[in-house]
């Protein structure tokens, strides 16, 4: 199974980015995905979480009402639409799937993710 995120870069703030994650690999089961960023010395945070059909999701605080997360029609790729991007959204932005559910269970916590992408970096400039 492989993660492949994609989409980062430098923006200025007010900006936009667009993350996307494939998952390859995988052809059974029906799982649930999410977004995750870390910046150096701090634990990896959690930004939003989405169910295998996409009529669920979940966003951290600091980032609601500015990302969207969304799923592709196959359901093998997920996006991450950033918005109105603030120099505190920088970070390398990871994203994870939970094959065991089709909606993490405990979609805040990083243990509930069995497998994770390389990470991509958003750097936004101010």
């Known amino acids: 199974v492989q993660l492949q995120a994609s989409g980062g870069g430098l923006v200025q703030a007010g900006g936009s980015l667009r993350l996307s994650c494939a998952v390859s690999?995988?052809?059974?089961?029906?799982?649930?995905m999410a977004w995750f960023r870390q910046v150096p010395g701090k634990e990896r945070e959690f930004v939003a979480a989405?169910?295998?059909?996409?009529?669920?999701?979940k966003y951290a605080v600091s980032v609601k009402g500015r990302f969207t997360m969304s799923r592709s029609g196959d359901k093998n790729t997920v996006y991450l639409q950033m918005n109105s991007l603030k120099p505190e959204d920088t970070a390398v932005y990871y994203c994870?799937?939970?094959?065991?559910?089709?909606?993490?269970?405990?979609?805040?916590?990083?243990?509930?993710?069995?497998?994770w992408g390389q990470g991509t970096q958003v750097t936004v400039s101010s």
């Open positions: 690999g995988r052809t059974v089961s029906y799982y649930g």
């Open positions: 994870a799937a939970d094959f065991d559910h089709v909606y993490p269970i405990r979609p805040l916590d990083s243990s509930e993710y069995d497998y």
């Open positions: 989405i169910s295998w059909g996409g009529g669920t999701t």
